[in-house]
C-alpha cells in the first residue's frame, strides 16, 4: 500500500514536470533515452566539390543575384539569429585567471597565453572605455591597474557584477568592433548587414532574434537604439525565448532522474535544436539563419553580402524549379516525359538516389515516390574550406532507407572508437559555418510543419555538474543537423572571409575584426 509519504513525493515529482512544461510520457521517453543512449550517426564518405559540394560558377552569379534581388523587393526574405547564448565560453580563459587569482593555483598553458594576450593588447579591445568608465565611477583607475599588472581588479569590473558583469551578458551585447569613438555589438552588426541585402522595396526589414528571458528588455532597448541610427527603413524586428516545453530532464549516473540539493527535478535547455520550434512559428518564407558571432565590421563585409545575395538566389531557382516539378506531379494529364525529366531532376539536381527498380514502377507510383522527395521544406548551405575549426562538416549519410543523404553531421554524433568513421571525419574537404537559407513554405504558399521533418535520432548526451554531483544531460538534435536531416538539401562552396566567428574574446585581435 502506499504511504502518505510516497504519495506526496508522487505529487511533487508530477508539480515538478508540469512546472517545467515537460508531459509526464515526455520524460519517460527522455530517461529511456538516457538508458539506451543515441545511435551514432553512420558517414558513408564525406561531401567534396563535385560530390556533394556546388561552387557557382562566375556565369551564373549574375543571374542568381537578380533572382535574389527580385525576391528580395517582394519582401520574401527574413533573417533569424539564435543570439540566446551566454557570452561564459568567451571569457573562459579570463574567468578561470581571475579563479586563480582568488584562490590560488595555476592556469594550464594554452589559457596562460590567451590571458596575456588579453592583457598586454586590452587598450585595442573596443571595450576599453566602457572598463574605464565603470572603473572611475567606482573610484578605480583602470590605467593605474594596468600599468601595475593588478589583473584581479581588471578581470573583477570586467566580468562580474562589480562592474561590466560580462561573462554573464548573451553575447550579442558584447562590444566586438571599433568605429572611432564609437562601437558596435553583434546585434548591431546583424542588422547593419541586413540593411544590406534583404530590405523589400518598401525599406522594410524582417529580422527575428532568439534570447534568454533575463535579458529580452535589455537586448529590446539595444536594439531600438540601433534601428534609430537607420531612419530611412522600417524594421520588423521580433523576438521570441526557447520554450520550457523544449528543456530536457537531467539524470545522474545511474541515469536516474536527476533531483537538486531542495529535492526538484532538474531540467536543462535542450541545445539550440530546441529552437526548431522558434523558426516555425517566425511564420517566415525564405529565411537566412546565421550565428550571433560571426560578424565583421564593415570593411569586410563585401564578400558576405555577394554570396548571401548567391545563396540567396540560389535557392530561389532552386525552389521555383522543384514548385514546377510538383505541379507537373499532380497533373493527372502528367505523361511519361514530364515524369522522366522530374526523375532526372531529383537525381542530378539533388542528388537523389531512386531505387533500382524505379522504372518497373508505373507512372502513379514514380509519381507519388517523386512527390515524396520534392515535398520538403529546402536549404541551401554554404561550406568553407576546412581550416581545423571545431563543428560540423558536410557529409553523406545512409538514411533510414539505406540510401546516402547529404547532412551537416557533429564530432559528437560520430563513434570515435571506429577507425573507418574516424578516418572518414578527418577527411572532411569543408567546414559548416552555420550559413544557411531555408525555404519554409510548399507550393501552395503553405508553411511546412518543420518538426515534421527531424530525425530525433540524432541527439547527444553529454556529462555536465549540478551543485558539485555529476550529471547527464541530454541535446534534442541539432537545429542544422538532425532538426532539419530530412529537408532538401544543397552545400555551396563560399569563401572562408564569410566566415568570422568569434569563440574567444581573443578572436577580437584577428584582422577580419580589427578596423
Not at 587569482?101 to 587598450?123: I, S, W
Not at 567546414?431 to 508553411?447: A, I, M, Q, S, T
Not at 572562408?496 to 568569434?502: G, K
Request: proline share 5%; aromatic share 8%.
Amino acid at each position: 500500500m502506499t504511504t502518505e509519504n510516497e504519495i506526496r513525493e508522487i505529487e511533487n515529482g508530477l508539480k515538478d514536470i508540469i512546472d517545467g512544461g515537460l508531459p509526464s510520457t515526455a520524460l519517460a521517453k527522455q530517461v529511456q533515452r538516457f538508458r539506451i543512449g543515441f545511435p551514432a550517426t553512420k558517414l558513408e564518405r564525406a561531401c567534396t566539390l563535385g560530390d556533394g559540394i556546388y561552387r557557382i560558377k562566375p556565369e551564373d552569379k549574375e543571374e542568381l543575384i537578380d533572382m535574389f534581388e527580385e525576391a528580395a523587393r517582394e519582401g520574401r526574405f527574413a533573417k533569424f539569429v539564435p543570439a540566446s547564448g551566454a557570452a561564459t565560453r568567451m571569457f573562459k580563459h579570463l574567468l578561470a585567471k581571475l579563479n586563480c587569482e582568488r584562490c590560488g593555483g595555476e592556469l594550464e598553458e594554452k589559457d596562460a597565453e590567451l590571458v596575456d594576450t588579453f592583457m598586454a593588447l586590452l587598450p585595442v579591445f573596443p571595450f576599453y572605455a566602457d572598463l574605464q568608465k565603470v572603473m572611475a565611477d567606482d573610484g578605480a583607475d583602470l590605467e593605474e591597474s594596468y600599468a601595475a599588472q593588478d589583473y584581479t581588479v581588471i578581470l573583477e569590473y570586467l566580468l562580474t557584477d562589480k562592474g561590466l558583469n560580462y561573462a554573464s551578458l548573451p553575447k550579442g551585447l558584447i562590444p566586438f568592433h571599433n568605429y572611432g569613438s564609437k562601437y558596435r555589438t553583434p546585434f548591431e552588426e546583424h542588422i547593419a548587414e541586413s540593411v544590406e541585402y534583404i530590405k523589400d522595396n518598401q525599406g522594410k526589414i524582417k529580422l527575428h532574434f532568439t534570447v534568454t528571458p533575463k535579458h529580452k528588455d535589455a537586448i529590446r532597448a539595444h536594439v531600438d537604439e540601433v534601428v534609430a541610427k537607420y531612419p530611412d527603413y522600417r524594421f520588423d524586428i521580433t523576438f521570441s525565448e526557447q520554450s520550457r516545453k523544449s528543456d530536457t530532464v537531467a539524470v545522474d549516473m545511474n541515469n536516474e532522474v536527476f533531483r537538486t540539493d531542495d529535492n526538484k527535478i532538474l531540467f536543462r535547455p535542450a541545445g539550440h535544436g530546441a529552437l526548431l520550434t522558434n523558426l516555425h512559428n517566425m511564420r517566415g518564407d525564405l529565411v537566412f539563419l546565421k550565428n550571433i558571432d560571426n560578424v565583421v565590421p564593415d570593411k569586410a563585409k563585401t564578400d558576405t553580402f555577394e554570396y548571401k545575395k548567391l545563396l540567396g538566389g540560389l535557392l530561389v531557382q532552386l525552389q521555383a524549379d522543384i514548385f514546377e516539378c510538383i505541379n507537373m506531379l499532380e497533373n493527372h494529364n502528367r505523361s511519361d516525359f514530364e515524369v522522366a525529366a522530374v526523375a532526372i531532376f531529383v537525381v542530378s539536381r539533388l542528388q537523389v538516389k531512386l531505387p533500382d527498380n524505379f522504372a518497373e514502377l508505373s507512372i502513379v507510383d514514380k509519381s507519388t515516390l517523386l512527390l515524396s522527395h520534392l515535398s520538403k521544406p529546402v536549404r541551401v548551405c554554404g561550406m568553407v574550406k576546412n581550416e581545423g575549426e571545431p563543428g560540423g562538416g558536410p557529409f553523406w549519410v545512409n538514411g533510414p532507407d539505406d540510401f546516402p543523404t547529404p547532412q551537416i553531421v557533429e564530432k559528437s554524433q560520430v563513434d570515435m572508437n571506429d577507425p573507418e568513421q574516424v578516418e572518414i571525419l578527418n577527411s572532411a574537404t569543408h567546414f559548416n559555418p552555420v550559413d544557411l537559407v531555408c525555404g519554409v513554405r510548399n507550393h501552395r504558399g503553405e508553411r511546412f510543419s518543420l518538426m515534421n521533418f527531424t530525425d530525433p535520432e540524432t541527439g547527444f548526451i553529454s556529462e555536465k555538474s549540478k551543485d558539485g554531483r555529476k550529471l547527464k544531460a541530454m541535446e534534442l538534435p541539432g537545429l542544422w543537423n538532425g532538426s532539419m536531416a530530412d529537408w532538401i538539401t544543397v552545400f555551396v562552396e563560399v569563401p572562408l572571409s564569410t566566415f568570422s566567428p568569434v569563440k574567444t574574446v581573443n578572436d577580437l585581435l584577428k584582422e577580419d575584426h580589427r578596423m
